[in-house]
């Protein structure tokens, strides 16, 4: 007979044991639920890259837009800078025109896409352009 009781005894303890057990779980459940609303919704933002959302052909538009904003920089800066020169006694000789062109050029493209994607709307002028 005391074995018995001890059984039973021993069932009941585990039965409880069980029942606390899952009522942990359930207010666990709970508790992440509570917490999933009352926390904000946050939206994933995704960065789409200019060039990689457009087709083949707008993107080969922006390119040669913004190439040949770049190359009139170069040339002004150029048609500028040679009567400045000239008036301070130093002459560009002939065969030298193109090189300070290319320099002047590989400058006046990376200070435009900088200044660029620098202002407000992050946009070349090609971009906004199409």
Do not use: H, W
């Not at 009522?23 to 060039?51: G, H, L, M």
């Not at 030298?96 to 946009?123: D, P, W």
Request: charged letters at 30%.
């Amino acid at each position: 007979m005391l074995e018995q009781n001890n059984e039973k005894e021993e069932i009941i303890s585990e039965a409880e044991n069980v029942e606390v057990e899952e009522t942990k779980v359930v207010e666990e459940t709970e508790a992440i639920e509570d917490v999933k609303a009352e926390s904000p919704k946050v939206e994933e933002v995704k960065k789409v890259d200019s060039f990689k959302s457009r087709s083949f052909i707008s993107a080969l538009g922006v390119s040669v837009i913004d190439t040949i904003i770049t190359t009139a920089i170069a040339m002004l800066i150029f048609l500028v800078s040679k009567p400045v020169l000239k008036g301070l006694g130093y002459k560009i000789v002939a065969n030298k025109e193109y090189g300070v062109v290319a320099i002047l050029l590989v400058v006046s493209a990376l200070c435009y896409y900088t200044i660029c994607r620098c202002v407000k709307n992050g946009k070349t002028l090609g971009e906004a352009i199409l």
